[in-house]
């Protein structure tokens, strides 16, 4: 069904198809995720085998098939973590309103993420952008040494 939706909604022609499980390896999982490995290699779909959560949103696949429990925790971890990343966002926006703050990972040039730079430009065509910001508020949540362009200082 998430296939047919993929293909005639999203206009995938051939929608590749994953089973979020615990590893990639086809033999991962308790009996329901190998049985179900099993189903879904012989299907005749375009699998793409397993997928981690980790992996959902790196675009191995535009269907991932998976139980309800699994599912629903799936989600609401997404939910949460998105949540937590919008009150980051908005924490560090409101911590730099002065022009000589130390640079903030808002500043329309570049980006301080995980101790390098990107462009905003690039963030915005990275799936990864949000997570590198996130981890580099978080890191900096103390006062001490802010990272510029040329450095620490």
Do not use: H, Q
Not at 26 to 38: C, D, I, Q, S, V
Not at 69 to 75: E, M, R
Request: charged share 20%; glycine share 12%; with cysteine.
């Amino acid at each position: 069904m998430g296939a047919v939706y993929a293909r005639e909604v999203l206009e995938r022609p051939s929608p590749r198809v994953a089973l979020l499980n615990i590893g990639s390896e086809a033999g991962k999982g308790n009996r329901l995720y190998r049985e179900t490995y099993e189903r879904l290699a012989s299907s005749g779909l375009p699998f793409a085998g397993n997928v981690e959560a980790r992996e959902l949103f790196a675009g191995k696949a535009d269907v991932v098939v998976c139980d309800g429990f699994t599912g629903n925790v799936a989600l609401k971890a997404m939910e949460g973590a998105g949540e937590a990343c919008w009150k980051l966002l908005k924490a560090e926006v409101a911590r730099r309103p002065s022009p000589g703050s130390p640079p903030c990972c808002c500043a329309p040039s570049s980006w301080a993420c995980g101790g390098g730079w990107i462009t905003a430009s690039t963030a915005r065509r990275s799936s990864w952008a949000l997570t590198a910001w996130c981890s580099s508020v978080m890191a900096r949540r103390t006062p001490g040494p802010w990272p510029t362009a040329s450095g620490w200082r």
